[in-house]
C-alpha cells in the first residue's frame, strides 16, 4: 500500500504534546489518541515495524488524513482526549459508556429541610452530596440517618405562620414515632437544625466529629440528670461507632483520596474506583471497558481516571493507583505504594476488579445458558410441529391412592426451566372416584377458566401426562373455553413414551437422545413429583384430623375451627387451654389438653 502521502503529513508534525485524529477517504473519523510527542506516537503506526494487531492493520490501512491539536501538556492531551472521544465515538476507540445516573443526597433548602435521595439536581439552593456511584450505598446511609434521626418526610411548607395557624395536622409518622411533629410546633427549629448539622458531618464522612458533639450532649444531660435523653444519645453513639468501625478499612489519617485499579483480559478490561474519607471507603464503582485495538492498561487506566473524577466531580488531592501516571495528572499526588495502608487499599480496589470480572464472566455463562434454552426451545417446536415458539409450557398430572383423595398439579416451565413459583395444586370437587380422564378435564377447565378471568397470560403448549384417554378429556375443556386453537396440546404415554396429537391416533415418536424429549420428560416427571408430595400432604392431614375427631366430644366443625385458626397440628399442640378455649370453648379445650399430654407421655 502507498502511504506516501501520509509519511508527508508525519514529517510536518510537531515534536509536542497533543491529540492526533485519523480519518478515512470518505473523512470519516477513525481513532483520536494522545501523544507527548506527536511526531513519534503518529510515526509509530506506519513504521517498518510490523503491526500486532488484526484490528491496527485495518485502521492504519485506511488512514488517509490526519489532523492534530497541540497542547501544553501530556495531562492537558489526556483531558481533550477524552472530551472529543466523548463527543464524537471514533469506531476504533474505547468507548466508557454509562448510561447511569448517579444518585445524590439532598438536604432541602426549606423551613425544617427533608432529607433524600434523587438523581436530579436543581440549583434551588438545596445542598446536594455526591453523586454516589452505588444506589445501595446511599440507602445504608439513608437508613442510617433514619435510625438516629427523626426527620419529616412530608412536602408541607413550615413557615411560622402556617405552624402558628394550625394548618397541619401531625401524621402517621408521627404517632409511629419517626417524626417529632414540627407540622404542628411539637419539635423546635433550633433542635432539627442541629440534627440536620450531624446529618451534614456524616454525610460527608465525618463521624468521629458527631461522635465527639454526642458525648458532649450526652454527659450534660446526665448531670442534669435527665438519665432518659442521655440513654438514647449514647444509643446513637453506639450506633455510630459501630458503623464507623464497619466502614473503616484502613488508617483514619488517609483522608479523602480516590483509589484506582485496573485488571486486564485479551479483549476486556475491569476498573475499580473507590473514595476514601478518613480511612473508610464511602464510595466504589466498578466498570468493564472493551478493548479495541489492545489497547495498554495505563492508557485505559488514565482515561477512566480522568472521565471518573469530572463524572462524580472529585475533590480528592490525591489518587493511588497501580502503575505511575504523575506526568498526566501533575495537579495532584499521584501514589504507587508498594506497602503500608495506601497498599491495603490498592489491593482492596485490585479484589474488587477482580470479584467484577468474576461477575461479567458469570453472567455471559449464563447468557450461554439462555442461548442453549433457546435451542431447545426452537428445537421441540420444529418436533412438534408448532406454530409459535413454546416459550411458556404447563404440564398436568392427576394422583390418587385407591380413588380416595383425588388431586392433581399443574407445573409450569418457563424458557425451559421450572417457574416453581407458578406451580398449582388441585383439589378434585367435581368427579367421584378415580375417574382419570375426568379429573383431567376438570382441571384443565378450571385452570384456564381462571386465566381468562384474571386476564393472565395464556401457555403457548399444554402438555398432559396420559394417553389418549387422558388428551381428549382435556381437549373437550379447551373446547368449552373457546381455546382449541389457542394453546397447542400434546399428550405423553409414559410406557413408550409416545407423543399423541388431538384427532391423530398415531403417536409420535421423539428420539430417545432428543432434547426435546428431554425436556417434556422432564415436566411430566416435575408434575409427577408434586402431585404426589401434594397427595401425601392431605392423605396425612386427613389422618390428624381424623384422630381429633375420633375424641368424644370434638366434632369435625370443632376440628374445622382450630384448623382455620391455628393452621397446623403443631401449632394446636402448642397452644395454650385459653387459646384454645377462645376457640372451641372451655370444655373441649379441656379435651385436647387431656389427649395432647396423653400423646406426648
Given at each position: 500500500?502507498?502511504?506516501?502521502?501520509?509519511?508527508?503529513?508525519?514529517?510536518?508534525?510537531?515534536?509536542?504534546?497533543?491529540?492526533?485524529?485519523?480519518?478515512?477517504?470518505?473523512?470519516?473519523?477513525?481513532?483520536?489518541?494522545?501523544?507527548?510527542?506527536?511526531?513519534?506516537?503518529?510515526?509509530?503506526?506506519?513504521?517498518?515495524?510490523?503491526?500486532?494487531?488484526?484490528?491496527l492493520?485495518?485502521?492504519?490501512?485506511?488512514?488517509?488524513?490526519?489532523?492534530?491539536?497541540?497542547?501544553?501538556?501530556?495531562?492537558?492531551?489526556?483531558?481533550?482526549?477524552?472530551?472529543?472521544?466523548?463527543?464524537?465515538?471514533?469506531?476504533?476507540?474505547?468507548?466508557?459508556?454509562?448510561?447511569?445516573?448517579?444518585?445524590?443526597i439532598?438536604?432541602?433548602?426549606?423551613?425544617?429541610?427533608?432529607?433524600?435521595?434523587?438523581?436530579?439536581?436543581?440549583?434551588?439552593?438545596?445542598?446536594?452530596?455526591?453523586?454516589?456511584?452505588?444506589?445501595?450505598?446511599?440507602?445504608?446511609?439513608?437508613?442510617?440517618?433514619?435510625?438516629?434521626?427523626?426527620?419529616?418526610?412530608?412536602?408541607?411548607?413550615?413557615?411560622?405562620?402556617?405552624?402558628?395557624?394550625?394548618?397541619?395536622?401531625?401524621?402517621l409518622?408521627?404517632?409511629?414515632?419517626?417524626?417529632?411533629?414540627?407540622?404542628?410546633?411539637?419539635q423546635?427549629?433550633?433542635?432539627?437544625?442541629?440534627?440536620?448539622?450531624?446529618?451534614?458531618?456524616?454525610?460527608?464522612?465525618?463521624?468521629?466529629?458527631?461522635?465527639?458533639?454526642?458525648?458532649?450532649?450526652?454527659?450534660?444531660?446526665?448531670?442534669?440528670?435527665?438519665?432518659?435523653?442521655?440513654?438514647?444519645?449514647?444509643?446513637?453513639?453506639?450506633?455510630?461507632?459501630?458503623?464507623?468501625?464497619?466502614?473503616?478499612?484502613?488508617?483514619?489519617?488517609?483522608?479523602?483520596?480516590?483509589?484506582?485499579?485496573?485488571?486486564?483480559?485479551?479483549?476486556?478490561?475491569?476498573?475499580?474506583?473507590?473514595?476514601?474519607?478518613?480511612?473508610?471507603?464511602?464510595?466504589?464503582?466498578?466498570?468493564?471497558?472493551r478493548?479495541?485495538?489492545?489497547?495498554?492498561?495505563?492508557?485505559?487506566?488514565?482515561?477512566?481516571?480522568?472521565?471518573?473524577?469530572?463524572?462524580?466531580?472529585?475533590d480528592?488531592?490525591?489518587?493511588?493507583?497501580?502503575?505511575?501516571?504523575?506526568?498526566?495528572?501533575?495537579?495532584?499526588?499521584?501514589?504507587?505504594?508498594q506497602?503500608g495502608?495506601?497498599?491495603?487499599?490498592?489491593?482492596?480496589?485490585?479484589?474488587?476488579?477482580?470479584?467484577?470480572?468474576?461477575?461479567?464472566?458469570?453472567?455471559?455463562?449464563?447468557?450461554?445458558?439462555?442461548d442453549?434454552?433457546?435451542?431447545?426451545?426452537?428445537?421441540?417446536?420444529?418436533?412438534?410441529?408448532?406454530?409459535?415458539?413454546?416459550?411458556h409450557?404447563?404440564?398436568?398430572?392427576?394422583?390418587?391412592?385407591?380413588?380416595?383423595?383425588?388431586?392433581?398439579?399443574?407445573?409450569?416451565?418457563?424458557?425451559?426451566?421450572?417457574?416453581?413459583?407458578?406451580?398449582?395444586?388441585?383439589?378434585?370437587?367435581?368427579?367421584?372416584?378415580?375417574?382419570?380422564?375426568?379429573?383431567?378435564?376438570?382441571?384443565?377447565?378450571?385452570?384456564?377458566?381462571?386465566?381468562?378471568?384474571?386476564?393472565?397470560?395464556?401457555?403457548?403448549?399444554?402438555?398432559?401426562?396420559?394417553?389418549?384417554?387422558?388428551?381428549?378429556?382435556?381437549?373437550?375443556?379447551?373446547?368449552?373455553?373457546?381455546?382449541?386453537?389457542?394453546?397447542?396440546?400434546?399428550?405423553?404415554?409414559?410406557?413408550?413414551?409416545?407423543?399423541?396429537?388431538?384427532?391423530?391416533?398415531?403417536?409420535?415418536?421423539?428420539?430417545?437422545?432428543?432434547?426435546?424429549?428431554?425436556?417434556?420428560?422432564?415436566?411430566?416427571?416435575?408434575?409427577?413429583?408434586?402431585?404426589?408430595?401434594?397427595?401425601?400432604?392431605?392423605?396425612?392431614?386427613?389422618m390428624?384430623?381424623?384422630?381429633?375427631?375420633?375424641?368424644?366430644?370434638?366434632?369435625?366443625?370443632?376440628?374445622?375451627?382450630?384448623?382455620?385458626?391455628?393452621?397446623?397440628?403443631?401449632?394446636?399442640?402448642e397452644?395454650?387451654?385459653?387459646?384454645?378455649?377462645?376457640?372451641?370453648?372451655?370444655?373441649?379445650?379441656?379435651?385436647?389438653?387431656?389427649?395432647?399430654?396423653?400423646?406426648?407421655?
Open positions: 500500500m502507498d502511504n506516501s502521502h501520509i509519511k508527508k503529513q508525519i514529517q510536518r508534525l510537531s515534536d509536542q504534546p497533543g491529540v492526533y485524529q485519523f480519518f478515512d477517504r470518505d473523512n470519516k473519523l477513525l481513532y483520536i489518541g494522545k501523544a507527548k510527542s506527536l511526531k513519534k506516537r503518529v510515526s509509530s503506526y506506519f513504521g517498518n515495524k510490523k503491526q500486532d494487531s488484526y484490528k492493520k485495518i485502521l492504519v490501512s485506511k488512514i488517509v488524513r490526519i489532523e492534530v491539536i497541540v497542547v501544553g501538556s501530556e495531562s492537558d492531551a489526556l483531558l481533550l482526549e477524552n472530551n472529543l472521544i466523548k463527543q464524537y465515538q471514533p469506531h476504533y476507540n474505547i468507548l466508557l459508556k454509562d448510561d447511569k445516573t448517579f444518585p445524590w439532598c438536604i432541602k433548602k426549606e423551613a425544617f429541610p427533608r432529607v433524600f435521595s434523587t438523581r436530579n439536581v436543581f440549583k434551588d439552593g438545596s445542598q446536594y452530596f455526591g453523586p454516589y456511584t452505588s444506589a445501595y450505598a446511599v440507602k445504608v446511609l439513608l437508613d442510617l440517618i433514619r435510625k438516629l434521626y427523626k426527620l419529616r418526610n412530608c412536602n408541607y411548607i413550615l413557615s411560622d405562620e402556617n405552624i402558628r395557624s394550625g394548618k397541619y395536622k401531625v401524621c409518622e408521627y404517632h409511629l414515632g419517626n417524626c417529632l411533629g414540627p407540622c404542628e410546633g411539637k423546635d427549629s433550633d433542635s432539627y437544625s442541629s440534627a440536620i448539622n450531624q446529618i451534614r458531618d456524616i454525610i460527608k464522612g465525618n463521624l468521629s466529629q458527631v461522635i465527639s458533639y454526642l458525648k458532649v450532649e450526652m454527659s450534660k444531660h446526665a448531670e442534669a440528670f435527665r438519665f432518659e435523653e442521655a440513654e438514647q444519645i449514647k444509643e446513637k453513639i453506639n450506633v455510630l461507632s459501630r458503623y464507623q468501625a464497619k466502614s473503616t478499612i484502613v488508617n483514619t489519617r488517609i483522608n479523602n483520596v480516590d483509589v484506582f485499579s485496573i485488571v486486564s483480559d485479551d479483549d476486556r478490561a475491569y476498573v475499580n474506583f473507590l473514595k476514601v474519607i478518613k480511612g473508610a471507603v464511602i464510595q466504589a464503582h466498578s466498570m468493564e471497558i478493548k479495541k485495538l489492545n489497547e495498554e492498561d495505563a492508557h485505559i487506566l488514565a482515561l477512566v481516571i480522568a472521565e471518573m473524577r469530572e463524572r462524580i466531580e472529585s480528592a488531592r490525591e489518587i493511588i493507583v497501580p502503575v505511575d501516571l504523575s506526568s498526566l495528572f501533575p495537579d495532584i499526588n499521584v501514589a504507587v505504594p506497602k495502608d495506601k497498599k491495603k487499599l490498592l489491593d482492596l480496589s485490585e479484589r474488587n476488579a477482580r470479584s467484577y470480572r468474576l461477575d461479567k464472566r458469570k453472567s455471559k455463562s449464563n447468557l450461554k445458558k439462555v442453549s434454552s433457546q435451542r431447545i426451545l426452537e428445537q421441540l417446536k420444529k418436533d412438534l410441529h408448532l406454530q409459535v415458539y413454546p416459550e409450557i404447563e404440564c398436568f398430572d392427576n394422583s390418587n391412592l385407591q380413588g380416595s383423595e383425588p388431586v392433581a398439579a399443574c407445573v409450569v416451565f418457563r424458557n425451559a426451566r421450572p417457574a416453581k413459583k407458578e406451580y398449582r395444586h388441585f383439589n378434585i370437587k367435581e368427579v367421584v372416584g378415580a375417574d382419570d380422564f375426568a379429573s383431567m378435564g376438570e382441571v384443565v377447565r378450571r385452570r384456564y377458566r381462571r386465566l381468562l378471568d384474571e386476564n393472565k397470560e395464556l401457555p403457548q403448549l399444554l402438555v398432559v401426562d396420559g394417553g389418549k384417554g387422558q388428551l381428549n378429556a382435556a381437549v373437550k375443556s379447551l373446547d368449552v373455553l373457546g381455546l382449541r386453537n389457542k394453546i397447542a396440546i400434546i399428550g405423553i404415554a409414559k410406557r413408550l413414551e409416545e407423543i399423541y396429537f388431538p384427532g391423530d391416533s398415531v403417536p409420535l415418536y421423539i428420539d430417545k437422545n432428543s432434547e426435546s424429549l428431554k425436556l417434556i420428560q422432564q415436566l411430566r416427571n416435575e408434575a409427577h413429583r408434586f402431585g404426589i408430595n401434594f397427595h401425601r400432604q392431605k392423605r396425612s392431614a386427613t390428624v384430623r381424623s384422630s381429633l375427631t375420633e375424641l368424644k366430644g370434638i366434632g369435625e366443625g370443632s376440628v374445622e375451627l382450630l384448623f382455620r385458626e391455628f393452621k397446623s397440628m403443631e401449632a394446636i399442640k397452644a395454650s387451654p385459653d387459646q384454645l378455649a377462645r376457640v372451641v370453648g372451655q370444655k373441649r379445650a379441656a379435651i385436647l389438653r387431656d389427649y395432647f399430654s396423653r400423646d406426648t407421655v
